[in-house]
């Protein structure tokens, strides 16, 4: 009896986890979401609920962004399931896996389907169980496996790069910057030892709120408009390899610098979407600077000159007698005759003066009209576009004859490599701790001291923030400051950062590790929350 029963029960469980595994990588600005074995996911949606001021109307996951092409998205207020970094808010998420379950996107039934969703590091208890209550209660999955991102990622770099360095070793140390903040976490054989994680409360949800600031101090206000600076952000922002020394060339010489520049804000009618200008010659905000510069150097030497000859005067005059008294009181009087005579004079002459700046400000307006206008006929006849625009993650040069009424210029200095900054100087905006640096030193010191070589030699950068320009190369450079020269330091960054994740998760979820760990509806009723616990923690 007890071989039959056990018998019968072993192709039941493999008949449930023979189906269609979705594949959730559950993160707190963007969700991907697909199914195992696909090479990409199928869709990736914000991760947010969207409410407008002025309405009952509610708009999820990407119909937020939708809403900018005919909206103002100053007008919509966001609520996210996460906040620092941990799911605590099912109401919200519920909403999004709905829509993300619907015929919009995925398509399935849940109860019919398995799931592989990720989890955040070091992951409370208590949100682990409600995680399980909404998996398998509220939508009934047949299956489930949940796992955390580092390992994840390190898999699936692993796997693409099969004869690479950092595939022959068993120790990875993976560095992961997303939304609400940035963690160091050490994967030896495929686990994550979670007591040497280390944690940097800067993420990019950090250094949009930091940006909002600089441009409302500096400029206008612009804290309720966090959707147009998250993009402004994302356009602009670069690390510097050398931070202090742009700092400078910025301060004495900004039309030397290729920071510097223009960023043209979205109006939602004729710009849907924020681009950045640069000028590698010449920078509108380095001219004026510049020119300022030198009138306080002009008037610095007059002043002086001034100075000079008057010390002179009053040697002069205190060597004269006071017999010349009386042929001072007679100049003095013959200059306030002269300066009350030029200054009527000015008077008489002002109004011609206008009615001449009035001629030629209204023949250059004429002329410009017609400029303008020979120049859109030219366009028109010869249907071509003169708008020359190179988009790349690290800067847009752009020539354009748009229409300069339907731009908004928001003037881009030191911002561009200030903001990012924050990563390895959270200081600069008052969070008391070190950077990524300074984690990832104390991370490799919490390991055993045979892995710290090998941890050093193999670090991973993944996330949203590793699109950032030159993000790669600025942490290879401070870490070879301070390690140890007989020590390698090797940073690696896989093609798409922000998907590398659920690649690894797909590639789990096809694989027997799936079918060896996931906890089916039927155990997860007989067995409640222990089993979770026992197969999902590693």
């Avoid at 991907?32 to 869709?43: E, I, N, T, V």
Wanted: hydrophobic share 30%; aromatic share 8%; charged share 25%.
């Amino acid at each position: 009896m007890f071989s039959t029963s056990t018998g019968n029960n072993q192709p039941e469980e493999e008949e449930d986890l023979n189906h269609q595994i979705v594949v959730l990588d559950n993160g707190a600005y963007t969700i991907k979401a697909g199914f195992a074995g696909h090479d990409d996911p199928k869709s990736i949606v914000p991760n947010c609920v969207a409410k407008s001021k002025r309405s009952v109307a509610t708009f999820v996951g990407e119909e937020t962004e939708n809403f900018s092409m005919t909206g103002d998205m100053s007008q919509l207020k966001f609520q996210r399931p996460f906040e620092r970094g941990y799911l605590n808010d099912w109401e919200v998420e519920t909403q999004v896996w709905d829509h993300l379950f619907s015929a919009k996107h995925l398509d399935i039934e849940p109860n019919e389907n398995s799931l592989m969703v990720t989890e955040p590091l070091v992951n409370p208890a208590l949100l682990q169980q409600h995680m399980n209550e909404v998996i398998f209660e509220t939508y009934g999955f047949q299956s489930c496996y949940r796992a955390t991102a580092p390992r994840l990622a390190a898999k699936y770099y692993s796997l693409e790069h099969e004869f690479s360095e950092f595939t022959k070793s068993f120790s990875h140390l993976v560095v992961d910057s997303g939304f609400s903040w940035t963690t160091v976490t050490p994967v030896f054989d495929e686990f994550n030892i979670n007591s040497a994680v280390k944690r940097v409360n800067v993420g990019g949800k950090a250094l949009t709120n930091y940006l909002k600031h600089l441009v409302s101090y500096r400029h206008f206000n612009v804290m309720d408009e966090t959707f147009v600076i998250n993009q402004a952000k994302e356009k602009i922002a670069t690390f510097s390899t050398n931070f202090l020394h742009d700092l400078n060339i910025l301060k004495k010489n900004p039309e030397l610098s290729v920071v510097a520049g223009d960023y043209v804000l979205p109006n939602f009618k004729t710009i849907h979407e924020g681009y950045l200008k640069v000028n590698h010659s010449v920078v509108n905000s380095g001219d004026n600077i510049t020119a300022e510069n030198d009138a306080d150097e002009d008037n610095n030497h007059g002043d002086d000159s001034s100075s000079g000859g008057s010390s002179n005067n009053n040697n002069n005059t205190s060597s004269s007698k006071d017999g010349d008294n009386s042929m001072a009181i007679d100049n003095d009087s013959k200059k306030k005759y002269s300066k009350t005579k030029k200054e009527d004079e000015e008077e008489d002459e002002r109004p011609a003066k206008r009615s001449r700046r009035s001629a030629r400000s209204s023949s250059r307006r004429s002329t410009r009209r017609k400029e303008s206008s020979e120049e859109e006929d030219d366009d028109e006849d010869e249907n071509e576009t003169t708008t020359t625009t190179t988009t790349s993650t690290t800067t847009t040069t752009t020539t354009t004859t748009r229409n300069t009424n339907d731009e908004q210029i928001l003037p881009i200095s030191s911002e561009r490599i200030s903001v990012p900054e924050l990563l390895f100087t959270p200081t600069n905006c008052g969070i008391p701790q070190g950077g990524i640096v300074d984690a990832i030193l104390q991370s490799t010191e919490m390991c055993h001291p045979d892995l710290k070589g090998s941890l050093l030699s193999n670090i991973l950068l993944v996330g949203g923030n590793a699109n950032i320009p030159n993000f790669k190369q600025r942490l290879q450079h401070e870490l070879r400051s301070v390690v140890p020269d007989h020590l390698i330091v090797n940073v690696y960054t896989p093609e798409e950062p922000s998907i590398c994740t659920w690649h690894g998760a797909s590639s789990i979820a096809s694989s027997h590790e799936f079918k060896e760990n996931a906890v089916t509806k039927k155990e997860y009723e007989e067995y409640g929350h222990v089993i979770c616990e026992r197969r999902f923690n590693r």
